[in-house]
Each structure stands twice: as structure tokens, then as C-alpha cells.
């Protein structure tokens, strides 16, 4: 399922590169951060509900189980329309505090209000990833996931080659794709259905949303965290590469999305069935889980990286071929980003394993080194030794420095939670 989810993403940046031109390419790898960190509420609200919805099955409450899924899923939309009403509001001001020149600036206001229209229905999406999960049935997610990926890519080149409607019909296309995504697992949940859960009546509990946020916390800080530091790379980016670097850095971060999606899609999977076995006390299947987790994220990693390396070249003419000099930049940066394929998917997973195990403090530990505070310190202090070099090999120091902290963690709290 996130593989799928992040393809059709990859598709959207083909299109815009290859058919509206490398500055709209440049403007939408600058808005779409800002609106990745609004997405970011979906996960955390997904990952902290699974967590606490897992825990309640486990514990044999189904119908305590369901008011916590119906109360989850009314906040964040309800939270998603406001986002959306401010975000259109003040969607001038959001690309020029990210640093967009004058000759992107409209192009950024073009795609990102498109898009921050159905922005409650993309924090669905990214919640519903989970929720399907716990609800047994993840097969359902990777189906809503393929058509709503189909219909995107359909789109594009309906709306950006046949019918050229530039940026405007690639933003569109990506919208209709995050309506389907959202809304299909909304009308499932809201009817009788074959899964263990469904919406229910139901008041709203604080106590129940704050715990689902304090579990929760993690995810929002992986994405959230992520689309800052996005930002930051955006900003270094246009200093010190100008546009160029700034391209670049998109197909880079397309083609992480699509290799860390292996990582992301299995740990998202297995955070539910952590959450489930702590619940019900089973302590040897906890154990198998993270140990048979440990070594398929391994093997995950060293495949990616390997893709990767080999990869680079074609990835970079695939989007970026027009331009000799921009692909050649692209080329020799996916060759030093990829190196932290090796490393991340450890991290990534140990996030979702702890929480899983409704321990959202240390799985924020993780989250925040990984993706805030080690990157940003990386983006700033390796460039003045590395140059640009510093930028693209900033998260291979942040995720290696991350593991240790994560080793530690795993073997301080292992009698804790007896894995």
C-alpha cells in the first residue's frame, strides 16, 4: 500500500517535469513540504489510534474499540477543514516564507491551493493506512491505494499531455487521487462491513484523543519533522545549488519515497500486531515479531541501496533528462542519499515497534533525532566542510547517528516489555 501511494506521487513529479517545465517542478518540490506537514496530523492520529484500537481488541473490548476509531476519525476531518480554509487563506504567504523567487511564487499558489482544498480527505488517507491495518484488512488499503494511484496517474496525463492544462490539471489529478483515498475507507467503516471495526455513536472523549495523540506523537514527528527539514534542505538548497539544487532534491525526495516505502509500508503493518500481542500478554510471538522484523529490515535495506546506486543515472534522465547539467547534479546526489537506505528502515521500524507497545515517549526519541534534530544540525554544519556534498549525504550522519540511540533503547527496555 505505501508503495503504491508514493509510485503515483513519483508519477505526478514525471509529469510536471517532463511536460510544464523545471521551474513548476522546482515550485512544487517547495510548496509540497508545507502540505506534507498537514498530513502529518492524519498519521499521527492513525498510528496513535491503531496503537490504542489494537491494545483494546487485544484486551477483548470490541465496542470500546469502535468508539475510539468513530471519535479518531471525526476529529481529524473536522481538524482537517480548518487546516484547509487557513491553509487557502494564507497560501501566498506560506510560499514566500519558504523562500519561492518570483518566478515561482505563482506556480506554488497555483498547485498548493489546489491541493490544500481535500486536504482533510489526504489526512484521512494517511490515518485509514493504519486503521485498515488493525482492522484486518490491509488488503482492502492496498486496493483503495491501487485505484486511487491509478486514477492519479490516468489523470495526469489526461489533464497535463492530452488536455494541457499544466500544473493546475497535475494538481488536480493528485486531489481527485486523495478524495478517493480518503473517502472510500470512510463510506467502508460507516456501514455494517465483514472487518472488527465500524463507526459507532459516540461523544468525544479528550482523554481518549489526547492518548491517541500522546501515541501517536511519534508519526506526526517523523512526517512533520520531515517536511521541515525538507524546507531547511529547500533553503540551504537555493543558496548554495540555486533551482537546480532545489530539483534535484525533489527527484531525490521521489525516489526516497518509493525505496523507503518497503521500510515505512512493513512497519506500519507490524506496529498493529505489536500493539495486539502486548495487549493480550503473548510474549513469544512479541519476540518473533522483532526479531524476524530486525532481519527483514536488513535484507530491505541492503536491496534499496543496491537499486539505488545502480538506479541513479536512469532515475535521473527519467525526470530530469531535458537538462545535462541537472541531470548530472541528480545523478551523483542519489548516489550519496541512497547510502542511508542501509541504515533507516531500523529506525523507521523501531518507531512503529514501540508505538505499538503504546510507549509514544521513546518512539519519540527515535523520531525526532532521525528526522529533526540530527538533520537539521547535518544541513548546517556539513556544507561548510563538504559543500553541497554536505546536503546530500546530511541524512546518511542523521540516521547513523540515530541507530545508536536506537540499539540503546531496544536493549534498556527489552525486560520492560519482555522481547
Known amino acids: 500500500m505505501m508503495l ?10 514525471f509529469f510536471v517535469s517532463n511536460f510544464v517545465g523545471k521551474n513548476a517542478f522546482a515550485a512544487v518540490n517547495l510548496i509540497v513540504p508545507a502540505l506534507m ?17 489494537s491494545f483494546t481488541l487485544g484486551a477483548g473490548n470490541t465496542e470500546r474499540a469502535n468508539r475510539i476509531l468513530s471519535q479518531v476519525i471525526r476529529f481529524l476531518f473536522l481538524f482537517g477543514v480548518v487546516a484547509a480554509i487557513l491553509g487557502f487563506l494564507f497560501m501566498r504567504q506560506i510560499a514566500a516564507a519558504l523562500g519561492a523567487s518570483e518566478s515561482m511564487i505563482e506556480a506554488c499558489v497555483l498547485y498548493g491551493r489546489t491541493l490544500i482544498c481535500v486536504m482533510p480527505f489526504y489526512m484521512l488517507q494517511h490515518a485509514f493506512q493504519s486503521l485498515l491495518v488493525t482492522a484486518e484488512k ?3 488499503g492496498l486496493a483503495v491505494s491501487v485505484v486511487a494511484g491509478l486514477t492519479n496517474i490516468l489523470l495526469d496525463f489526461a489533464l497535463v499531455y492530452v488536455f494541457p492544462l499544466g500544473l493546475f490539471g497535475a494538481a488536480l489529478a493528485t486531489a ?3 478524495v478517493m483515498g480518503g473517502a472510500v475507507p470512510a463510506v467502508f467503516f460507516s456501514k455494517e462491513n465483514t472487518s472488527l471495526l465500524r463507526f459507532t455513536k459516540t461523544r468525544i472523549e479528550w482523554e481518549v484523543l489526547t492518548k491517541v495523540s500522546t501515541n501517536g506523537v511519534a508519526g506526526l514527528l517523523t512526517n512533520l519533522s520531515t517536511s521541515i527539514v525538507a524546507i531547511l534542505y529547500n533553503y540551504q538548497l537555493m543558496r548554495l545549488a540555486g533551482e537546480n539544487g532545489v530539483a534535484a532534491y525533489g527527484v531525490i525526495m521521489y525516489v526516497s519515497y518509493v525505496f523507503m516505502a518497503f521500510s515505512m509500508g512493513y512497519s506500519t503493518g507490524s506496529s498493529p500486531i505489536a500493539g495486539y500481542k502486548f495487549g493480550a500478554g503473548d510474549v513469544l510471538e512479541l519476540k518473533s515479531l522483532l526479531r ?4 527483514l529490515n536488513a535484507i530491505f ?20 533528462g531535458y537538462d545535462s547539467e541537472l541531470s548530472a547534479l541528480t545523478a551523483h546526489a542519489i548516489r550519496l542519499y541512497s547510502l542511508a537506505f542501509l541504515i533507516n528502515g531500523f529506525n523507521i521500524f523501531s518507531v512503529s515497534f514501540f508505538t505499538g507497545l503504546n510507549d509514544g515517549k521513546i518512539a519519540s526519541i527515535i523520531s525526532f533525532l532521525r528526522t529533526f534534530i540530527l538533520p537539521i544540525i547535518a544541513i548546517f554544519v556539513l556544507p561548510i566542510m563538504l559543500d553541497v556534498d554536505g546536503i546530500w549525504i546530511a541524512v546518511v550522519a542523521a540516521e547513523g547517528l540515530t541507530l545508536f540511540v536506537t540499539i540503546g ?9 519482555h522481547y
Not at 4 to 13: A, E, L, R
Not at 304 to 315: H, K, Q, R
Not at 409 to 417: M, V
Open 301 to 320: 535495506g541492503i536491496m534499496m541501496t543496491i537499486l539505488a546506486e545502480g538506479l541513479s543515472w536512469p532515475i535521473a534522465q527519467i525526470f530530469v
Open 37 to 53: 506537514a498537514l498530513g502529518a496530523f492524519g498519521q499521527m492520529f492513525g498510528t496513535g489510534g491503531s496503537a490504542l484500537i
Open 292 to 295: 524476524k522484523s530486525l532481519m
Open 138 to 140: 490491509p488488503k482492502m
Open 176 to 178: 481527485l487521487s486523495w
Open 409 to 417: 533503547l531496544l536493549i534498556g527496555n527489552r525486560k520492560k516489555y
Open 4 to 13: 503504491v501511494s508514493t509510485t503515483y506521487s513519483v508519477v505526478d513529479g
